[in-house]
């Protein structure tokens, strides 16, 4: 029933060894930036970016993973990215199963552990997971065979978001390595700092993070890939003197646990305002995982200036996740090289053959 | 009665580390002495003999846990005192004292009897219970010390959370002091804990996962030395894990105050480094940094720490099987005790076999004001243990009824190989 479909398109040759100098990655899950390494995140991003030309089509829809089911486990509220992880299993051509905090049974007292044995009794091919302990997406990974994908976990990571980010970085700038990219707010509790300082630090970027004191543990320095470098600064001023990227986050006002910083304060400290963006390099970037809170931590004549990379950076989304999705469950189950439940997340060596598209 | 013969007896109260067979008669220790001696005696004495031979083991007084939780009355589903005092026997010791945060909370009489009855009745090894501090180990009015150790405890501790406030902490002290009774805190600074579920550092701001200073145990080391001071009463600290807190122990004693401090053998086995988001890492204290355990090491090496404790801490595995932050802290011990101790600090050459002794033993034996040797007519508690049986633990043979160890599948040399019990074995490997 894929009416949206049509054969004109061809899917780019995605996955194609021969058109990567004959490298093929293989992924089991994705779970965080921190283990991949710059070829690898090199790949995902080349991958990602096949998906990003279907975004500009009229008609948008693939079967490539027709017969396939996404789980979407979302065990904290979340919009952006559970549309986004659905859309992008729809325009696959997959089905996707969801499961929201606000519905779960967890609510009814059921551990996560049976919850997604539950879900994974319905046969989804993976789960994207998004919850609020940290090493939620291990834990799960380490209870079932079928791949898993983090979609944020606690404070620790948000894989998808970095690769998105450094897709949109990529393509404004043309390249990631040796960038200066400074992160602005809480970077303590923030799990799309964390997925970025490693993957960016694997293409020897210097990060500068900045925020409050007390939001800077000084153990982030430690977070430096090698080759790369991590500093911190309390000034946003000097933080902001020769970035090439800047990215704002979110901040929330209330933290279990911690006082609430005071925003007054955080305006005029670390606000990111024109004045400010004047200090960095000219037609620096500026990025936000969203969701954005004009007046906060972004002033709106940023977050709507030229440089502001916002919806750029959700429709990279897609394209990230579709990609993923095809690289960790688009193989034909035809295929001579069948998968096995041991390896579901194996990647044929001609995914071509399994990407045409729906006829019907 | 029963002989032990060809052993090597090591005895830290009085020094002793010869082959010596020891005479156990009824539930008393008769002699130990040179085997023609012993020979002598018995054929002196006429009665009948059970031999037990002891060649290539070590023969110790009985080992002396001063930390561990049994969970009954209240937590029958992750330990009982049948089942924990069963592990306890397979890890050597002869005697634990058992935190009082069951419930209800040993916090009465009436609690302290039933565990003491219930150890009487199903126990493998002596049970010896701690009364709470204060009611309910909520903080706030003092718990009926006197009656409880009338019972049959031996210390007093809120475990599972510190002494609230200075201001009872003096009460409890003050009290004890007149009782005899030596005070044992958890020290934890809950408003700098609060929400942590592992140490503060690189691994806990990699992992995402919220960290405890070490300050937050040291703070409260400080504040109880000084109230210590104040009244001159006898304070322990539960499992040290801090370099911090080890120098303000060790200056306390060095001023001559009765301050007095045990280690786990996870403190001094693991780090903040060895969690990932396995919760059988978890545990409060947290595993601190390897400079906590490197000083940790140098005191039990030098004699600041007293004892080596378990802070046997058995949680059912459903418990465990959850994600990392809302696990519950504490991991199972006993058995692993001895072979953690072996490896760590006596095949790495950090402290002589006197002193592993000591550390089960007499120190623990010191904390508690009471003597632990093997001399006519002490009570016939003996561990005997190798230190060079190769074995491999696995957590689904423990004999505890909870499976929550970092340690499962880890192959160990130096075992414990007999337990005996007031003159009766209750584990034989």
């Known amino acids: 029933m894929n009416l949206g479909t049509s054969p004109a398109i061809a899917l780019p040759a995605v996955g194609d060894p021969a058109s990567r100098n004959g490298v093929l990655h293989r992924f089991h899950h994705i779970l965080a930036t921190e283990p991949l390494t710059a070829e690898q995140i090199t790949f995902l991003l080349d991958q990602a970016a096949s998906f990003q030309e279907i975004q500009k089509h009229p008609l948008k829809k693939l079967a490539t993973l027709r017969g396939k089911t996404v789980a979407l486990a979302f065990f904290e509220p979340s919009t952006r990215t559970r549309i986004s992880f659905a859309t992008a299993a729809a325009r696959l051509g997959a089905d996707s199963m969801n499961l929201q905090a606000e519905s779960s049974s967890l609510k009814k007292g059921e551990s996560l552990l049976d919850t997604v044995h539950t879900l994974n009794a319905m046969k989804p091919d993976c789960i994207a997971i998004r919850h609020s302990s940290s090493g939620a997406a291990d834990f799960i990974a380490r209870h079932l065979d079928i791949p898993v994908i983090n979609a944020g976990d606690g404070t620790h990571e948000h894989p998808t978001q970095a690769l998105l980010d450094a897709l949109t970085i990529r393509d404004r700038l043309g390249r990631i390595d040796g960038l200066n990219v400074t992160i602005l707010g809480d970077i303590q509790h923030s799990r799309v700092a964390r997925s970025n300082i490693h993957l960016l630090g694997k293409f020897g970027c210097r990060i500068t993070l900045c925020g409050p004191a007390m939001w800077l543990p000084r153990e982030l320095d430690q977070l430096a890939a090698p080759g790369s470098s991590v500093r911190r600064v309390t000034r946003i001023e000097e933080a902001l003197d020769g970035a090439d990227v800047i990215m704002t986050l979110r901040v929330q006002q209330e933290r279990m646990n911690e006082p609430a910083f005071p925003v007054d304060d955080y305006v005029m400290l670390y606000q990111l305002t024109l004045e400010r963006l004047a200090l960095a390099r000219p037609g620096a970037l500026v990025l936000h995982p969203g969701p954005m809170i004009r007046g906060l931590e972004i002033d709106p004549a940023v977050a709507d200036g030229p440089q502001s990379c916002v919806l750029e950076q959700v429709t990279n989304g897609l394209a990230v996740r579709m990609a993923l999705l095809f690289l960790l469950i688009g193989v034909s189950t035809e295929s001579p090289r069948t998968e096995t439940p041991d390896t579901p997340a194996e990647v044929t060596a001609e995914p071509n053959k399994d990407s045409t598209h729906a006829s019907d | ?429």
């Open chain 2, 1 to 429: 009665m029963l002989r032990i013969s060809n052993g090597r007896v090591v005895e830290p109260s009085s020094g002793t580390d010869a082959s010596l067979d020891v005479l156990i008669e009824g539930d008393r220790i008769r002699m130990a002495a040179p085997p023609a001696d012993v020979s002598r005696a018995m054929r002196d004495n006429g009665k009948t003999c059970e031999t037990l031979d002891a060649t290539g083991m070590i023969v110790a007084p009985g080992f002396i846990d001063l930390h561990c939780h049994l969970r009954e009355p209240g937590g029958e589903h992750s330990e009982t005192i049948e089942t924990g005092t069963r592990a306890a026997a397979r890890g050597g010791f002869t005697a634990v004292c058992a935190m009082p945060n069951t419930r209800p909370v040993n916090d009465n009489a009436s609690v302290t009897r039933a565990i003491v009855e219930r150890a009487a009745s199903h126990g493998s090894v002596r049970v010896w219970p701690i009364g709470a501090c204060s009611l309910g180990s909520l903080g706030e009015s003092l718990a009926e010390i006197a009656a409880m150790k009338q019972a049959g405890i031996v210390a007093v501790s809120d475990d599972g959370r510190p002494v609230a406030t200075a201001k009872l902490m003096r009460q409890v002290m003050d009290y004890c002091g007149s009782l005899g009774l030596p005070v044992i805190d958890h020290c934890e600074d809950v408003s700098l804990a609060a929400g942590a579920v592992m140490r503060e550092g690189e691994t806990s701001v990699r992992l995402g996962l919220r960290g405890m200073p070490a300050a937050a145990e040291s703070i409260c080391v400080g504040r109880d030395v000084q109230v210590a001071e104040l009244t001159g009463a006898r304070l322990h600290i539960a499992h040290l894990s801090a370099r911090a807190s080890l120098d303000l122990v060790r200056e306390a004693r060095d001023r001559g105050l009765a301050v007095t401090c045990e280690v786990t053998p996870h403190h001094f086995t693991l780090v903040d480094e060895d969690v990932g988001y396995d919760t059988h890492f978890k545990m409060n204290p947290p595993l601190g940094s390897s400079e906590d355990r490197e000083a940790l090491l140098v005191g039990l090496a030098d004699g600041t720490v007293d004892a080596i404790a378990t802070d046997h801490a058995p949680h059912e595995p459903a418990s465990k099987a959850v994600e990392f932050d809302k696990a519950p802290f504490g991991i199972t011990g006993f058995e692993t005790a001895l072979a953690l101790a072996i490896e760590q600090l006596y095949l790495s050459g950090c402290v002589s076999l006197m002193r592993l002794v000591e550390l089960f033993t007499a120190g623990p034996a010191r904390v508690l004001n009471i003597e632990r040797g093997i001399t006519p007519g002490a009570p016939a508690d003996l561990t005997l243990f190798s230190l060079d049986h190769e074995w491999t633990f696995r957590a689904a043979d423990s004999a505890s009824k909870s499976r929550n160890t970092p340690f499962d599948g880890r192959t160990f040399r130096g075992a414990p190989m007999v337990t005996v019990v007031g003159g009766r074995t209750v584990y034989q490997r």
